[in-house]
């Protein structure tokens, strides 16, 4: 793992690129996003073997294919335990999970969860498509309810999981969310996540041309994401609109739109974002702003710290190696506690 | 009981004698079942054990499902295995009376603790009238009624405890009983008891050593003295001796082989019967590098493992049936990813959730074919406890050296059961050389070594050798290739691959002559009983043999040859016929099953008969 | 289903006791569970063939063989797909599902996440002893950070699970927590969400005498209970306390502790519970209150309405076979769209 | 191409003939085979379809892996497989020929359109040169290039349409004159395109009516006018036809089956290939009762199956490979509880997931062994796409009957191919009568009927029946029994029972003499390869005959004495021999295994040339 290397090759956009033809449809999402994650790494001065990419099954998950660095295409919603194992063993490499909503809610919604709330220091990047893409095009998890489809010709019935809320149910340390139409914001939020020590959590909208083009339309069309995309800046008022004519302010605690014109966002009370707030509240209100009846916010929703569990495990490897248990030899072991001599 | 020699004056002597302790779950019949064994293996006796843990947590006491028992064998020959029946039984409740008495041997010693039998216990224990006053015990057994509670009390009326506490002592009385009718000093188990109360908890340990040396004393002095016994030392080889496990071997052999073959262990496993000790038994041995994970459930635990292995760690996860099959999928990608991987499956009675506290050895089959398409992978199987640390260290080399993902196949009885181990000198294995990629030179991910057809790892970290791989086809290269040719040329080596471990494995042995009227061939747990009655029929002249697999895929090569041998060859499994399909199907061999499905290990003599059976023919 | 015996024949708890003996350590917190819900059910005004009661596996999963209805004891987490199957199958039955903290959130959680956001009918208890019983006392998914178990002999590194939260993640229409301490609680709890349309969450602190023995007591014991365990019922003001000295109230939108004395609870600002609030704010404010910053709040924390899965899918079809289409006979759809004569 | 009679004046009539349409993802390959199969069918030939679909949703146009191709093969006798390689084919870019030309016949009909012939095209295709141009293709072929963007262009110049979307009509030029060189007409088609699109888009409409039209009457017109050919009408059985595919036939199989047994479905799934269309298939059927429910994953699925089929509905889950491993554990659950269900694997190739879009029957073993434990249960195939109908309805039988779940294996080849069947009368079978336990009478869990050993379900909702059922091991009451006998008793009477099943099966069927030579034995979906070739080597004159299993586990109870009246035993399986190892451990008889393992189905050829090596040995 040669760090001292680093400063001597500047890495670059090419060296994430893997001779591989990419094989999603044209116009499919997820050329954005790999760009985008491409585009951000060799910023981030880790040199590149130290990349891991890791992920499960589905249109999203063939990501690791078109990545030049370690990869591996895992099974389905599998992918977390891979990464949870990979960066445990060594936590000095960066390990990148790449996932659907199929894949991560409906399959993998369990080891996902389990890897929030242990906090394990993995970036993951779920491509929310709201629809089975690589099994083509039956609903998801995500869908919302009365999608039709292959199997739900008369209408989905099952309520959506809202992502952002169910990574707050396992009290994730670090919730964003961002768009494929957007690549500076993805490579910021990508920035972002993997430089959070901990687990980072990252929503994106992502379309299927295919199967369910333009879900995401009247949330990120260019017609329509000035007046629905909320974009979330630390420390900054929540302000939004076309020529941002408007803001989000409490009512009592609930948000609530309010027109600004020309006023100023504090005289007016809006909001100012908080991602670090280590209650729940503050990302559960965030979490159910949606469109149509408030601008989807997107950025950094949430980012509190907490010890990661890769790292408290090595910890308790390292203490214990230390401690006078550790003094005893491999045949000392072998001879247990108790032994005698014939 | 094999009665050697009865003209001594005080002690009959015993080549061997089988002893069970039983009571309720509250009685402590492990820890003195524990005690006696430490006390005999002190001695110098051979011996195995057996726990016999009831299904529940804590039934309600007094309840048959209560009932909690301890068997061992001790012997002055080589002891395989915990015994068939007992010879002398203690039973401290009439649960543990109604669950045990068929099993004694007629004219074995019965200890009985009268103050147990009360209305009430009998009631639970389904018992109509009291065995104590009808006559169905009388003349049949040795039998002994002691008030054991009395005697307790008795003997801890000078200390300050109250006298629920000091009846918790009782089972300590009948430890110092049976020391004096099997002859055993009581120093042993004193120091056992000073050294693990004597600072903490130091009324406690004076009172079990009262009670112990009551009990001893009570056998000396009371009028119910009679005969006493002595199982002379065993002649064994000279060495270091501990007492082991099963799943304690195991953890110690993956610490081994982890360290021979200089790779961190990292092991992942979720909670299950009679696994569950492996992860509970190496989360104690951090100081020694080891990462032990909980995980979410048996996939997770696996896909940690694989990932660790993935990044250059030795992963192993372990589980039993039910988890097994949970763990099909991911045993499935590495197996396409070719990825080392060490698989524990500690079996446990079936189907589904089963007898979870009973042993049996038939998940071979799910071993070798529990997962779609063409996936061999290899499977090995422990023979013993302390056989468990040997297997481990094959596992491991095996994984490591073939780059193949391994099925480990241990069972309850093996897991739970104990017998002394002379300590092999870890410096006597040898080291483990598996490189990954040279950094610097061009990688392949499935370009292979000819020898042993193994792919090399390069991992995560290594400059120059990013790589992918997944569960969908690949070529050499190691890209994606759906190219019909490619895709049988790579099943085939896979398949080629995992043949060749036979290659490296030594001759199998055979227990007695290389031709004769009947071989037995066994697997896995089952080493003890097969071996106890082949011994002991040869020694009777009669013209059997037994082979023991270790590897049960690939097979041994020198089966079909050895087979050649005999006119008759029996399989006996605690399955429905498991190795037997195995053995008929890639030998064409008129193999002859011997099958029994009771939760429980072969009993020698169900086995003899078999043999016997055949013989006559 | 004989609803019209129904009136002849008054059920009592003996009806709901099978003469299997309980085989749960002396002193275990499940018997006061199977004891309430044996209770509760006769009341309830349903034919006993009507109740099916499913279960994965642990300890608390040995239920249904308590119960004398029809009972399913399943396989380890799975128990949310046997019982969602069961009411698909047939909406006139009553399901109760009964599961552990580690049955129904380690190995088991996606499927309870699904459950829960499908809305399928079915009452869920969750027996929360902190611990895995039946396997002997390994930590779980709720212990608490630096739990020491075998497993964990330097101490548990996991974040726990917050039921609550969790429910709330995958917004379950119903959900609510008790104490197997309370009898009368207990009932009046399960009454409630066997009257629910919908699914029932219901959290029960229990205690294993064995492996975890007090782990609620500091909330609930009796020295505890007055001071740290806030009693919810709906529009009723949030006060506890020894004779009832305390209330919650809000400041800005997070809770706090306030004394009340003899104040009225309206001057006071005392929050007023109102657990039919659709958004999952004021549900994420009491998921987050616990002791020891807070009473731990029990009761019916949230319910709302929504469709059930049930008895969409039942809608459907009886739609679909109202509708044209269902004219086919059996031949008819054998034949299919387009057939030719040989 | 088998010729038959050459002397017609216009016509060359030909007995069968193979074709295949490929060409990008984008180019509408699988819309015209569609067209040339329903014209087929309705001008009366028999007829097998395939199509083979690209691993990729849709990968970038004019690339190898976003190829698209359909075969079929017509005939005028019996046609039983889309045929091994085609005697014509059209290539609609440089990838489509790169991929399929190694295939084509030598000497056969090669069309392709030069307008996508394009340097770009050629260079994603890999070609060095154009084969266009260089000689490659000179002389080997009936090779007919068409400029066929231009004359689709053209034709619709009157039509108001953008002409990217004019373009887009091109496959149906391809298809016209296809029509044209085997004298089809275009009235089907027609009719078609009209009830498509005639009302909702007449532009359209029209546009693909025209540009049929052209390419039939570019045929008619142009100066490459050449040989034509007629397949004549097959004879075969009178009656009403349609055309169907394996899942579909599978879909309406389940609905009778369930309808006959008056069970209400309950189908539950998790998307998967080449399973998916199952669970859409039935999704559609509402009306009919059908509840068809998307699960989160296939452990849900079969878990809500399960408790359906608990509660009285018949459930049915449906996965391919991958998801097989995931329903392990709770197969292992419906055995110990004994409940119906059908759990359907529509197999793909593997290990992992493999090629997921390529055919494979490698998961038989999977299917016998893959749980833990002793826990078997039936295994039944469908051999043709037709035949999934009867096969649904005898898994159905089986699992109602002996109360059993039964895993029932289909392909990705018959799931997604097609053929013409003669639509049976569902008046034809029998009512499946299987009563619920009686309300009033005593209820015992396990007891079972003597005759076939099954038990007898009672359901929630039934009053004072209530019981309870769960994995651990019961009692015949149905109370837990951890007693060692009755584990044994238990464990051989469900295998028993799984024996008895055997009993219900007609016996096998021979296909030609009961003696002889080579017997070959096959099971699912290569049957239409193996009988297509037995067939005509009997027509030869070889001594060579055929059995085809439907049933799996149990083994049919004939097949040693049919074994014993041929010389070799060969067993042809897309596997690496997997009913090899059933045979082999159940009979002791020493097949001979002949695998293919390409992600294709056998081509007759290559079985042919295997059974003339054994015949000459
Ligand atoms: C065990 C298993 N079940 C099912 C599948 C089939 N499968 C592959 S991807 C997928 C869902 C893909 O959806 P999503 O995760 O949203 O990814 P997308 O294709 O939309 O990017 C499914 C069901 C599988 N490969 N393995
Ligand atoms: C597939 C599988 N994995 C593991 C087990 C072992 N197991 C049985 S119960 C249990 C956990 C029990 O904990 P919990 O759900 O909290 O129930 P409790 O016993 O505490 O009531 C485990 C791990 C199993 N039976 N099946
Ligand atoms: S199917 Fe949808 S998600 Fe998949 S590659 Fe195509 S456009 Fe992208
Ligand atoms: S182990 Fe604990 S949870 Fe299980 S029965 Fe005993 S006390 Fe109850
Ligand atoms: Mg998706
Ligand atoms: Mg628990």
């Known amino acids: 793992m040669s760090t001292e290397t680093l400063e001597e090759k500047k890495l670059t956009k090419k060296d994430f690129v893997t001779p591989n033809d990419v094989r999603w449809c044209p116009g499919c999402g997820d050329y954005a996003i790999l760009n985008s994650l491409q585009r951000c790494l060799p910023e981030l001065g880790v040199p590149k073997e130290n990349y891991v990419v890791v992920s499960g099954i589905g249109c999203s998950s063939r990501f690791p294919y078109y990545m030049n660095t370690y990869g591996f295409h895992t099974i389905h919603g599998r992918a977390p335990t891979i990464a949870t194992g990979v960066k445990v063993a060594n936590p000095e490499l960066i390990v990148w999970m790449i996932t659907g909503d199929g894949d991560g809610l409906s399959i993998g919604g369990n080891h996902l969860m389990h890897m929030l709330r242990r906090n394990v220091d993995v970036n993951i990047l779920l491509f929310n498509n709201r629809v089975y893409g690589l099994t083509k095009g039956q609903y998801s998890p995500t869908s919302p309810v009365g999608t039709r489809t292959k199997t739900t010709p008369s209408g989905s019935i099952d309520n959506p999981i809202n992502p952002i809320l169910f990574a707050l149910g396992a009290e994730a340390t670090f919730i964003a969310r961002t768009v494929d139409t957007n690549p500076k914001h993805m490579i910021s939020v990508f920035k972002a996540a993997q430089e959070h020590k901990g687990v980072s959590f990252v929503e994106i909208f992502q379309n299927c041309v295919i199967f369910n083009n333009k879900t995401w339309e009247p949330v990120y069309g260019r017609q329509n994401r000035d007046d629905n995309l909320l974009i979330l800046e630390a420390d900054q008022p929540m302000v939004f609109g076309k020529e941002e004519k408007m803001g989000i302010s409490l009512n009592g605690s609930t948000p609530e739109v309010v027109k600004l014109g020309d006023a100023d966002p504090v005289e007016k009370n809006v909001l100012f974002h908080k991602p670090d707030q280590t209650g729940s509240l503050y990302t559960a209100m965030l979490a159910e702003m949606e469109y149509p009846n408030f601008p989807t916010p997107v950025g950094i929703l949430r980012q509190v710290d907490k010890p990661t569990y890769d790292s408290q495990i090595h910890e308790q490897v390292v203490e214990a190696k230390a401690s006078d248990a550790a003094k005893a030899s491999l045949q000392d072991i072998v001879y247990g506690p108790s032994t005698w001599t014939i | ?617």
């Open chain 2, 1 to 617: 009981m094999d009665t050697q020699s009865t003209h001594a004056e005080e002690f009959q002597e015993l080549e061997s004698v089988v002893i069970r302790f039983a009571g309720d779950s509250g009685d402590g019949m492990q820890t003195i079942g524990e005690r006696f064994t430490d006390s005999s293996a002190a001695f110098g006796n051979d011996l195995a054990t057996f726990p016999d843990f009831p299904a529940e947590i804590r039934a309600p006491a007094g309840t048959i499902p209560g009932v909690s028992a301890f068997q061992i064998q001790i012997g002055s020959r080589e002891i395989l295995t915990p015994g068939d029946r007992p010879d002398a039984l203690v039973a401290m409740n009439p649960a543990a009376l109604a669950v045990h008495l068929s099993e004694l041997e007629e004219g074995g010693i019965l200890v009985l603790n009268s103050a147990a039998f009360s209305h009430e216990n009998l009631r639970m224990a389904g018992y109509d009238s009291n065995p104590l006053e009808d006559e169905s015990l009388i003349g049949k057994y040795e039998l002994i009624q002691v008030d054991i509670n009395h005697f307790t009390l008795e003997s801890l009326s000078e200390i300050e405890m109250s006298n629920k506490d000091k009846l918790r002592c009782k089972n300590f009385f009948a430890l110092g009983f049976m020391y004096w009718i099997y002859s055993r000093s009581l120093e042993t188990t004193i120091e056992f008891i000073e050294s693990k109360w004597g600072k903490k908890l130091p009324v406690l340990a004076d009172a079990n050593i009262k009670v112990l040396k009551a009990g001893y004393f009570f056998g000396e002095t009371t009028e119910t003295s009679r005969n006493r016994y002595m199982v002379a030392k065993a002649e064994v080889e000279a060495g270091k001796y501990r007492k082991i496990s099963g799943n304690d071997a195991l953890v110690l052999g993956l610490i081994t082989g982890a360290e021979k073959a200089k790779r961190n262990l990292l092991y992942s496993g979720y909670p299950i019967t009679p696994a569950s000790s492996i992860l509970e038994g190496l989360a104690a041995y951090k100081h020694f590098g080891v990462k032990a994970l909980q995980a979410e459930d048996e996939i997770a635990a696996i896909g940690i493992a694989l990932g660790a292995s993935f990044a250059g760690n030795l992963g192993v996860t372990g589980t039993s049936g039910p988890g097994m099959c949970l763990k099909a999928e991911f045993i499935g990608l590495a197996t396409a990813t070719e990825l080392p991987l060490v698989i524990l499956n500690i079996q446990r009675g079936g189907p589904s959730t089963g007898l979870p506290t009973k042993t049996e050895q038939s998940d071979l089959l799910q071993a070798i074919y529990g997962r779609h398409s063409d996936a061999q992978i290899p499977v090995i199987a422990a023979n013993s406890p302390s056989d468990c640390f040997e297997t481990a260290i094959e596992a491991i080399r095996i994984a490591l050296t073939y780059c193949t993902p391994i099925i480990f196949l241990s069972d309850l009885y093996l897991a739970n059961g104990a017998e002394p181990w002379k300590v092999p000198s870890v410096d006597s294995y040898p080291q483990m050389d598996v490189p990954f990629a040279e950094e610097g030179k061009p990688y392949s991910t499935f370009s292979r070594n000819p020898e042993n057809l193994s792919r090399t790892l390069a991992i995560p970290g290594q400059t120059g050798l990013e790589h992918r791989i997944g569960g969908l086809e690949k070529d050499e290269s190691g890209n994606v290739s759906y190219d019909p040719s490619n895709h049988e040329d790579m099943t085939l080596i896979r398949s080629e691959k995992i043949k060749k471990v036979a290659e490296s494995i030594p001759p199998t042995e055979i227990f007695g002559e290389k031709t004769g009227k009947v071989l037995a061939v066994g697997w896995g747990g089952t080493f003890g009983s097969i071996t106890s009655c082949i011994r002991s029929m040869q020694a009777e002249g009669f013209s059997v043999s037994s082979i023991h697999l270790r590897h049960l895929n690939p097979l041994p090569n020198d089966l079909p040859k050895i087979f050649e041998g005999f006119e008759k060859i029996l399989v006996p499994e605690l399955n429905m016929g498991q190795l037997n399909v195995l053995l008929r199907s890639q030998f064409l061999v008129d193999t002859i099953p011997f099958n029994i499905v009771q939760g429980q290990p072969f009993k020698v003599k169900e086995l003899t008969k078999k043999i016997h059976e055949l013989l006559q023919d």
